[in-house]
């Protein structure tokens, strides 16, 4: 099978909601010495938001939404290993990394953590639906460095605010940088919030936390 091929049928088994047949594709592509990243990226992703279009347009119901996570999970539970290796790094920096209050979506959150762990940060991952204490009780508990809130949906952003305001409460803003992301989220909201950074991607996290952590980039 073709890399292009491979692809496709990644992205397809997402879409279909197959999560055995994305895992085994999953296994296929490492088989074959792909890059781990690019079947996430140029597989998975597409998939995932063509699933989110469906939805969007009716065609697809909460099920469908469900299983297509699933099936990504299932593909990714194979490829992140992958990323992260098993070397012995140097810590950039100790991240606290959640999905903020209200809001059930792990994928990216889960990806963006991978991404920091195999780039050289200790991810402290405190879960979904976490309220803003839960956050400021990890960071003291971690004696982090670096925060990082996801939110998936535009009513579940707000929390991202509610975060900074807690850490400032407990006195400890001035020893975390904030970093914000998530589909709805922008550059403006983060501006808007306090925030010291926001990322689009899993990639670009990376970027932006060795930026906050003053590491070279
Ligand atoms: Co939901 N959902 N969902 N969903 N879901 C969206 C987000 C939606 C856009 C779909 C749509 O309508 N087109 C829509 C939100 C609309 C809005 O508010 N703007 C939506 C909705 C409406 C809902 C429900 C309300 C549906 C309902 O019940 N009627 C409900 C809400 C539940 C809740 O949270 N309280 C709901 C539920 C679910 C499931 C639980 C069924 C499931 C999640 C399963 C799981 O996570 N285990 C799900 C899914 C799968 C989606 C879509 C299809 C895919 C999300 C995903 O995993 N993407 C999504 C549509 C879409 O985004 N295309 C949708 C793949 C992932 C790799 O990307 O999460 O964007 P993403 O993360 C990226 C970047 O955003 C960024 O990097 C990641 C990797 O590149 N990033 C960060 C993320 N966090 C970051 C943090 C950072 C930096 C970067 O720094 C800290």
Redesign the pocket.
């Known amino acids: 099978m073709s890399r292009e091929e491979l692809f496709d049928r990644l992205a397809q088994a997402v879409i279909e909601g197959e999560p055995e047949d994305a895992e085994e594709l999953a296994r296929e592509a490492l088989a074959q010495g792909l890059d781990p990243l690019a079947c996430i990226n140029e597989g998975l ?1 597409p998939g ?2 063509r ?3 469906l ?2 347009s009716g065609e697809y119901f ?1 099920p469908d ?2 299983i ?2 699933e099936a ?2 299932a593909a990714l539970a194979i490829l992140e290993p992958a990323l992260t290796g098993d070397q012995e790094r140097q810590v950039l920096g100790r991240v606290v ?1 959640g999905t903020v209050e ?8 889960t ?2 953590g991978t991404m920091l762990t195999a780039n050289g940060f200790s991810v402290t991952d405190i879960g979904i639906d976490r309220p803003a204490a839960d956050f400021v009780a990890a960071v003291k508990e971690a004696n982090a460095t670096l925060v ?3 939110a ?4 579940t952003m707000l929390q991202q605010q509610k975060i900074i305001e807690a850490l400032q409460e407990a006195g400890l803003r001035d020893q975390v940088k904030v ?6 989220v922008t550059q403006s909201w983060a501006d808007k919030i306090g925030a010291d950074g926001y ?4 990639v670009s ?1 990376v970027a932006l936390a060795r930026r906050l952590v003053s590491a070279p980039t």
Do not use: Y
Not at 179 to 184: Q, S, T
């Open positions: 992703t995932i938001d699933v989110g279009e939805f969007a909460l939404l469900i297509g996570g990504m999970k990394l209200g809001d059930l979506h792990e994928i990216g959150k990806l963006v990082g809130a996801s998936l949906l535009t009513t970093m914000v992301g998530g589909a709805p990322a689009e991607d899993a996290a």
